[in-house]
C-alpha cells in the first residue's frame, strides 16, 4: 500500500515538473526597460502584463525620477551598461543614441515585421524616432507623445463674482486665454486675489535651474512668437534667427509672466512643483505636460469639472513645447531579441488602444483617427491641436551641452533680471556657435 | 681594535639560528623590505592620486570628450585655458566661490569660538549642549540642503516666518531672491559646521594649562587681557587648522549647494565646482573641464601652501 502511494506521488511530481516546465524556462528570459518615473511609467507597467503573460517574459522596470533621469540614463548609455534593454529616452537623445551607437538602427526589423512609421503621428514619428531629422532612420517607435499645456480653475472661471470682477478690470469676458496677452491679463487677474478666504496666485511656470525645466517653459512662449533655432535647416544660422525681433517679445512676456503672476519661491519649479502649486489650490493656471494630465482629470481635490485644459497659446503662430519619447533598443543589451519581440508587440493597434486607455499617450492612427477620441477624454482635443504644431529642442548629440547654456541664459534673464533679452539671446548664440565649432559644425 | 669577542657578550649560537632571517628573505638589506612594504601602498597612491592628475593635465590640453570615446583627440594647445580665463562666467563662478568660502569661514569662526569659550566654562548640562550643538554636523549635506529647502519656503517654511515675526518684512524669498541667496547658502553652510570649528576650538582650549590663567589672575590681568594675550595665541593654531580644513571643503562645495538652490537664481549660486561637474559631467566637454579642475587645483594648492607656511610660523 505503501509502495503504491509513493509511486503515486512520484508520477504526479513528475507530471507536474513536465506541466511547469515551458513555464518556468519563459520566466527564465527577462528584459529591463529603462524610463523617467511618473504616472505614464505606472500606467505601462500595468500594459507590460499583457506581454508577459502572451510571451512568458518576465518584465523589469528601472525608473528614475525626471530630475536624474538624464544624468542617470545618459551616464548608463555613456558607458555601454546593460542594465536597460529598452529604453523610453527623451526625444532629443535620439541624435546621441544614434550617431555614438547607443541605439540598434530598426529600419530591417520594422520592414521584416510589416511595422509602418505611416501609422504614427508625422510630428512623432520625426520628433521621437528619425535621426537625421526628416529621415527615414528609425532608432525608436513613438511610444509616448506628449506636449505641453495648460490647465485652469473651470469652477473659478465660471464663478458670476469672478467673471463680473474680471470684465470690469480687463474689459473684456474671463475666457480661455488664446493668446500669450491674454494669458498674462487672466494670470495677473488672478494674482493676489482672495478666493474663499484664502490668497490665489496667477500661474505655475517651468523656471527650474538645473535640468531643463526652464528651457521648458520659455520655449513654449518663444515659439509662438516666432523664435527659430536657424534661419536655414541644418546650417546652423542662428543670427536672425534665435535673437530675432520676435525671440525677444516671447521671452520679454515669459518674463513678464513670472514677474506678474507666479506664487511666492516658484523660482526653481518643474513639473511636480507646478502639480503642486496647482493642486493645492494656490494658482488660477498651470503650465504643464499633457501626460499629467489625467492625473489631475482623476484628483480628489481638482479633478471633475474643476479643471479645464487648453492648448499653448499662440502669438504669431500656433506652436506648443514636444515632450514625450520613443522607446529604442539599447546596443549593449545582451537581449536584444526579446525586446524587439516587446517593441512588436507594443507596435499592435489593439495594444496602442490599451495604452491610451491606460493613460499612456499613444501616438498610432488607430487611436488617434479614432472618430470617439476628442470626447475620449477631457484633454484629448486639445493633445491632438497640440501634436499637430509642436517644436523640439536641438536634438544634437551635443544636446545637453546646448541645453545647459539655454538654461543659464534663460534664468539669468528670466528670474535673477540680469540685463536684457536682447543680450540674453545674442549670449545664448555665442554659446551654441561655440559648441558647434567644437562639435565641428560650424 | 682586537679581534677578540668576549664569549660572555657574544649571542648563544642556537639563539642567533633562530633570529637569522628565513632563507627567502636572506640578503635583503632593511631598505629593500622596508620598500617591498610600503610598494603596495606607493603603487594605489600612483594609480588613484598621481595618474589621473597627470592625466587631467593631459586631457586640458585638448578637446576630449568622455561621452566619445570613438572620437579624434585634437591638441589644443593652451585654447582650454585661454578660453576659461577670458570668460566672463567663469569669473562669476569663482567670485560666487570667494564669497562663499570667505563669508562662511568668517561667521563661522566667529561663532564657533564664541560658542566654544561658553561651553568650555563647565556650566551645568555643558556636555549635552556639546552634543546638541554638533548634531547638524553629523548630518549628510546633501539632506541638510533638502531640509533647508522647505524651512526657506517663502510661504510655509518657518525661516520666512521667524524673520517676519521680529521684522515685519513680510514673507522673504531667501533662495529666489539675487540678493539673498548667497547669504542663504553662507547662513545653512554655518549651521552645519559652526559646531566643527567649535569642536576644535575646543580641544585648543582644554589644551591650555591652568597656571597660565593663575598667574594671569596673580598678575591682575582682565578678562580681555587673558584672552588676547593667553587664550587666543593657545588656540590659534587650532583656529587655523579648521580654517583650511573647512576652507578647502568649501572652496570644492557641492552637494548642499545643489539641493538648496542648483545654482540660481540665475548663477548667482553657481560656485565653481557646480560649474565644474556640468562641464565635464553634462555637457561632457572633458577637456575644458579638466583645464578648469587644473586652474581650481593650483589655486587651492598655492593658497593652501601660503596658508601652511603661515601656521606653521604661528605654532613657532
Redesign the interface.
Known sequence: MMSIHRAAMAAALLAGTALCAPAAMAQDKELTLCWAAWDPANALVELSKDFTAQSGVKMNFEFVPWTNFADRMLNELNSGGKLCDLMIGDSQWIGGGATYGHYVKLNDFFDKEGITMDDFLPAAVDAYAAWPKGSTNYYALPAMGDAVGWVYRKDWFERPEIREAFQAEVGRPLDVPKTWDELVEVARFFQGREIDGETRYGAAIYTERGSEGITMGVTNALYPYGFKYENTPGKYDMDGAVNSPDAVAGLEKYKELYECCTPPGHSDAYMTEDLDAYKSGQTALQMNFFAFFPGIAKDPNVGGDTSGFFVNPSAKVAASVLGGQGISVVAYSDKQDEALEYIKWFAQPDVQKKWWSLGGYAVHNAVVEDPSFPESTPFAGQFLEAMSNVKDFWQEPIYAELLLAMQKRMHDYVVADQGTAQEALDKLIEDWTVSFEDDGKL | MSDHVDDSLSVPAASAARRRPPRAVRGLSDRWIATLFIAPSIVLLLAINIFPLIWTVYLSFT?FR???P?REVNWLGTKNYA?LLGSE?VWSYLQATAHFVVWTMLIQVAIGLGLALLVNKNFKGAPVWTTIILIPMMLSPAVVGTFWTYL????TGIFSYIVDFFTGLG?I?M??S?KLAPWAIVIVDTWMWTPYIMLLCLAGLRSIPDYLYEAAEVDRAGPFQTFWYITLPRILPFLMLAVLFRGIENFKMFDMV?EL????????T?LASINLK?EA?????TGYASAFAVILFVTVFGLGNIYVKALNRVKQ
Open positions: 578637446n568622455a561621452n566619445q570613438g578660453r562666467d526657506y519656503q517663502p510661504q514673507p524669498d533662495i529666489g539675487v545643489v538652490t542648483s545654482g540660481g537664481p540665475g548663477s548667482t553657481e556640468r559631467f553634462e555637457k561632457w566637454r
